[in-house]
């Protein structure tokens, strides 16, 4: 029978506030789900609910047709690990990781069984008998989930696990976890508010704001098709520039400039709208290079979408490259490699050019436009 997770119109209030708001959401069984947001957005709060840890305050949790809205933590079967790890910092790693089989006295030998079959699975058999206390960060992490796995639960529940870890242990362990995971086949919930864990973790991405979810779609749906400016802004780059309509398909920037755009969108009056372009999706010329008289057909050729503009602030890591252009009105992010940019630098005169299929007209208040 299916072991879906349900969560149907659940609020939460904290005295007068409403920290979690009409929340609907099904999560899909063997996948990854990420809750990402800002700090405060609730997401804990909803991960905590989905634990036990929290009652709703209105609106039900069902798993496999199953009411599990008023269940106690201990009776849902879901393994968790929080932030803090919560190991047991003088217990052994096995006496960590059979310490839930011992609260529910699973016999002795099954407990053993269980322990050695998970300490392959984080391969530290070798440190069965260390003390946590003397373990790396990362292989106190990787405790942390086999005790969370110990009695093979329905869901893990993940949350901010990895934030107390250094940017390259973290990134390892993000790869880590995503591979046990896919491996395992294990529905897992995990709270981020990191964008690039989500996207480089995620099946699917819940995105909270204030409460509420802005929106929920795989990672490349959120970062190429995002339903608002907010949820445009919090995944990744992205230019995000005031635009007003001008026809069906083109729209004026700040600095007058007018731009082609592929699809159309319906607009209703009045309605606030942003054009949003990825870093990556604009293509970058030295203006210099290409001589005034070609850049005059150039910017014909590319249907008005072409704007000359000048450097004036570069961030250059070796392998890639994001350069500032200021153009006049607004500024624009570019990311390219110093390979297909040779000679840019601060004051370069370029010609950015933004393809009409990759600008996107999204609403500035919440709310998708219709397509
Ligand atoms: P962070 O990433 O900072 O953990 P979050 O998105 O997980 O943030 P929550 O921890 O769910 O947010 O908190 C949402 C709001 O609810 C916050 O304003 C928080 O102060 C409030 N809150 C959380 N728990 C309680 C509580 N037990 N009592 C009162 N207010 C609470």
């Known amino acids: 029978m299916s072991n879906q997770l349900v969560i149907e119109n659940v609020n939460k209030q904290f005295g007068a506030v409403q920290v979690v708001k009409h929340v609907n959401l099904s999560i899909p069984e063997g996948k990854l789900v990420c809750f990402l947001g800002p700090s405060g957005c609730g997401k804990t709060t909803l991960l905590r609910m989905i634990a036990g840890l929290e009652t709703p305050t209105s609106g039900r949790l069902t798993m ?16 968790m690990v929080f932030q803090s790890l919560a190991l047991f910092p003088h217990m052994s790693v096995a006496g960590n990781i059979a310490y839930p089989l011992r609260l529910r006295k699973v016999d002795k030998q099954s407990q053993e069984k269980r322990v050695d079959e998970l300490l392959q699975l984080i391969q530290l058999p070798h440190m069965a008998n260390r003390p946590v206390a003397q373990l790396s960060g990362g292989q106190r992490q990787r405790v942390a ?31 880590e976890i995503r591979l046990l995971q896919q491996r395992l086949g294990i529905t897992t919930i995990m709270v981020t508010h990191d964008q690039r864990e989500a996207m480089t973790m995620a099946d699917v991405i819940v995105v909270m704001e204030q409460g509420r979810i802005a929106q929920i779609g795989s990672p490349l749906e959120v970062y190429r098709d ?63 290079a290409v001589g005034h008289k070609d850049l005059q057909s150039s910017i014909r050729n590319d249907n008005n979408n072409c704007l000359p503009g000048q450097v004036s602030f570069i961030r250059d890591v070796g392998s890639s490259l994001e350069a500032t252009i200021d153009c006049s009105g607004f500024s624009l992010t570019v990311a390219t490699s110093p390979r ?18 990759a600008c996107k007209l999204i609403d500035a208040s919440p709310g998708r436009l219709a397509a």
Do not use: W, Y
Request: glycine share 8%; with cysteine; proline share 8%.
């Open 64 to 79: 496999a047709g199953k009411d599990l809205t008023n269940v106690p933590a201990c009776e849902r079967d879901f393994g």
């Open 145 to 175: 989930i086999a005790r969370a796995l110990a009695s093979a639960p329905k869901l893990l529940l993940l949350d901010e696990p990895l934030s107390a870890l250094d940017a390259k242990l973290r990134e390892a362990m993000q790869v």
């Open 226 to 288: 995002p339903v608002n400016e907010f949820v445009a802004d919090f995944i990744g780059l992205g230019n995000i520039l005031p635009a007003v309509p001008n026809g069906d398909q083109r729209v004026r920037l700040a600095g007058g400039q007018q731009i082609d755009i592929s699809g159309s969108r319906k607009i209703s009056d009045g309605q606030e709208i942003r054009l949003l372009i990825r870093p990556e999706d604009v293509c970058l010329k030295i203006s210099e």
């Open 340 to 357: 297909e940019v040779p000679g840019l630098a601060i004051g370069s005169q370029v010609l950015a050019t933004l393809p009409p299929h």
